[in-house]
């Protein structure tokens, strides 16, 4: 046996290794972009800094929990963002006239309206979800420059802005409630994927869609409830950004589709369905936050931080390309 052929076995223990545990990647990922901009910046590695880098992924993160559940469906979502901005905009409207919870039911309704159409159009008309998605985005960022009347709808203190409620954990640690909500939506949803029969459909649909029909499994339902409880985890991250940012903004989030999208892939999720986890979804998400975080305190144009986004969600896809014919041959 030659020292070429041993090398190349190692290699692929180590790919193999990578496709069993999607998460390891992006937490050592993370890693790396916490120590690079703690060495770059002064002001990084804050335990205040921190916590804002975590709350600045909150919003982030839930699109991109939402939108794990499609991908590994082998679907895409490109108006999970503008769907967001919309239910901000309707519940920052109607607290202004009605009840605040009301309002806040109303916001969350509407993101799983806008996810029960997507879902019926791809599950009963076959249309692909990145035509249908894209349509709805159009649609949808006229909807909000619309209900915005071209300003900007501020949100009083109260239900609305309550997941920016700030403590202090162990007397030092800054968190606030939207972190917890995050952290337990993360939870229910990793239990949902991996200890629950719906879970395991969810894998098969993604991983082969007529092989599932044939086993048994509903596809269409499977299709059709993913697309649901997403568009539920998009209106609660509405809910974050006004704890987030008091403020109901037509303008907001242009690009919170592509960094969910990034975060998902980043995280280890195949774009081609079937396979990954919402562990490494967090650490994802955690990673652009970071990226952004950091770029910002080294003085990076924005500009140059969305170029920055582009060019690791290719890199991701390369990799994961690479990765699904490796596992293919």
């Not at 916001?107 to 309206?113: E, K, N």
């Not at 939506?185 to 459909?201: D, E, P, Q, R």
Request: proline share 2%; charged share 10%; with cysteine.
């Amino acid at each position: 046996m030659t020292t070429a052929t041993v090398n190349n076995r190692e290699r692929e223990t180590l790919g193999e290794f990578f496709l069993r545990a999607p998460a390891v990647g992006p937490a050592l990922a993370l890693v790396v972009a916490v120590l690079v901009f703690s060495f770059a910046t002064d002001t990084f590695f804050d335990l205040d800094n921190l916590s804002t880098v975590v709350q600045q992924s909150l919003v982030v993160g839930t699109l991109a929990l939402g939108q794990t559940l499609i991908i590994l469906i082998a679907g895409i979502d490109l108006s999970n963002a503008s769907s967001m901005v919309v239910a901000t905009l309707v519940m920052a409207k109607l607290a202004a006239v009605t009840n605040v919870f009301f309002a806040l039911l109303a916001g969350v309704a509407l993101t799983v309206v806008v996810g029960l159409f997507i879902g019926t159009l791809a599950t009963r008309i076959k249309l692909p979800a990145f035509i249908i998605t894209l349509g709805t985005f159009t649609g949808l960022t006229a909807v909000a420059k619309l209900i915005a009347g071209g300003q900007a709808v501020p949100v009083s203190d109260g239900l609305l802005t309550w997941l920016g409620t700030k403590r202090y954990l162990f007397g030092g640690i800054p968190i606030t409630y939207g972190m917890t909500l995050a952290l337990l939506m993360f939870l229910a949803v990793w239990y949902a994927l991996t200890k629950t029969a719906w879970g395991k459909h969810v894998y098969a649909v993604g991983n082969a869609p007529e092989s599932a029909r044939l086993s048994g499994i509903k596809v269409n339902r499977t299709v059709l409830s993913v697309y649901l409880v997403a568009g539920l985890c998009f209106g609660i991250a509405a809910w974050q950004a006004l704890g987030r940012t008091p403020n109901a903004d037509p303008n907001q989030f242009q690009l919170g589709n592509l960094d969910s999208i990034t975060a998902v892939v980043l995280g280890g999720t195949s774009l081609f369905g079937g396979r990954g986890s919402v562990l490494g979804t967090l650490f994802g998400a955690l990673v652009v936050a970071v990226l952004r975080s950091g770029l910002t305190q080294m003085g990076v144009d924005g500009n140059y931080q969305d170029l920055a986004t582009g060019a690791l969600l290719i890199a991701a896809v390369v990799v994961d390309r690479i990765a699904r014919r490796q596992q293919q041959s």
